[in-house]
């Protein structure tokens, strides 16, 4: 007589894949929210990224061209958007992921400008 494994064993591996995935998110959001910040100085913005490898970004007030934002309908709901920094000839720009209250970020940037 032949058994298979239970249907529960697969249930149980497939709740503590979640369970992993899930701890994964958490402590990935919780170390961007912890570590990352845009810093508005008097002489020009800092973006520093990273908990165990960093990358700092500073760009002079008078080298920006643009700042642009980006938000989708929940963004806009909860007030949070991406910013990205034009300078010079650069196409891309610098951005920087879900940062709370965009819009006040990009006044107070264009008023040290």
Known sequence: MKYKQSPAVFVRDFLLMGIIVGI???FRSLSRYLTNYLEIGENGVIL??????TVKHE???DKINSITISQGPLAKMLNYGTITITTGNDLSGLSFPDISNPNEVKRVIDDKR
């Open 59 to 61: 760009i002079k007030y």
């Open 48 to 53: 520093k990224m990273g908990l165990l490898s």
């Open 24 to 26: 994964f998110t958490i």
